[in-house]
């Protein structure tokens, strides 16, 4: 319920006959993009194929947030997103989602010049403290493993349903509608127009937008964006840090692909890369697999081996390829469908990219100026 005691989501015997955008995926990006549009005066629908919003992707993701990324697009959308996480005006519930505890990026001491840029364009951009820190055994409770470090003190990580769940009210509020547990069937031209045909009735909409993350390698009729998406697992564990353990920030090695990030006062979530493509989506887990990963992460966090552990978590993303353009023209990918357009795949980045994109797309299908559909 909203703080007004509006519902965020329910499941009516019918969706609304029309709209002027729906929205199908109510995870991150869903939420980001129905939230934008509904404060433009656009009249939304959100629909989810899941009993709750966010239990897809999202729920799984970690939702680490810094500003810098190897990839300049995503570095482009991370940077005001990160400002976007910190400001408690941006949010209906009047505080930030950040938990500022630091984000440590480690690389090879060559990359230590575009680190110092990197730190330069984002102290600049939010007036924070970033900075690279070489020679040393430690940075903000993280082993260095013989590297270098980008450390963002004001970086950290937010909870991504809580976020997703935000959005959803904001956007409720400013008279979206939110359907959960309805299930798309299909997207078909109707006379140069979307309609969306699900088990609850059929929308006629001027526009769609298909965010529906991994579920993107396998769409129904009409959502199939141009560019190939696969499934890519991922696959976390959260242990119980205990004492003498200390708190440390989150962080990721680009060396390896390895990475952390705290899971609440005494909880730590670990994670490396787990290169099978092509996964279902409820795979289970993978024992040798989550083994490998404390022993891997142990040189940056020597205290693991003696760590309790808690579970194991296994699910997947969405992996294309890198968007050709800038702005809302790498974020979009047509469909051949008219006015139906899919979201990029984020290739493991929605959580620190979803304020910023869902801005650049909600004024893209605002403004009309929006890549071919075919």
Not at 232 to 239: C, G, L, N, T, Y
């Amino acid at each position: 319920m909203s703080q007004e005691g509006t519902p965020v989501h329910r499941r009516d015997a019918e969706v609304p006959p029309r709209a002027d955008v729906v929205v199908v995926g109510a995870g991150i990006t869903g939420a980001a993009v129905a939230h934008q549009l509904a404060r433009r005066g656009a009249r939304v629908v959100v629909l989810d194929r899941a009993a709750r919003p966010g239990a897809g992707a999202t729920g799984h993701s970690g939702g680490m947030v810094r500003a810098y990324d190897e990839d300049p697009a995503i570095a482009a959308l991370a940077l005001p997103s990160l400002a976007a996480y910190r400001d408690p005006g941006r949010w209906a519930s009047g505080r930030a989602p950040l938990h500022a505890v630091g984000a440590v990026t480690v690389a090879d001491p060559a990359r230590g010049p575009a680190l110092r840029e990197a730190a330069a364009r984002i102290n600049a951009a939010l007036r924070a403290s970033a900075h690279v820190v070489s020679g040393v055994a430690e940075a903000a409770g993280i082993h260095l493993a013989d590297g270098i470090a980008l450390v963002e003190p004001e970086a950290g990580w937010v909870a991504p349903a809580e976020v997703t769940d935000d959005w959803l009210r904001q956007a409720v509020a400013d008279g979206a509608a939110v359907h959960r547990a309805v299930r798309v069937r299909a997207v078909e031209d109707h006379g140069g127009r979307p309609a969306v045909v699900t088990d609850a009735g059929v929308i006629r909409a001027g526009a769609v937008v298909s965010a529906v993350g991994p579920w993107a390698a396998d769409p129904v009729p009409g959502l199939r964006p141009a560019t190939t998406v696969r499934t890519r697992s991922i696959q976390v564990s959260i242990v119980e840090r205990r004492p003498p353990a200390p708190p440390h920030a989150t962080f990721v090695d680009l060396r390896t692909g390895r990475y952390a990030k705290p899971a609440g006062a005494d909880r730590t979530l670990i994670g490396m890369p787990h290169l099978v493509w092509d996964c279902p989506l409820d795979a289970p887990p993978d024992p040798a697999h989550a083994q490998a990963t404390v022993s891997a992460l142990t040189p940056h966090l020597p205290w693991l081996p003696e760590a309790r552990h808690v579970t194991t978590i296994r699910a997947a993303d969405a992996y294309g390829p890198a968007p050709a353009g800038g702005a809302a023209s790498g974020l979009l990918d047509g469909t051949g469908v008219p006015h139906v357009w899919s979201v990029r795949a984020w290739n493991g980045g929605g959580v620190k990219t979803a304020p910023e994109a869902g801005r650049l797309v909600a004024a893209a299908v605002a403004a009309g100026t929006l890549p071919p559909a075919v």
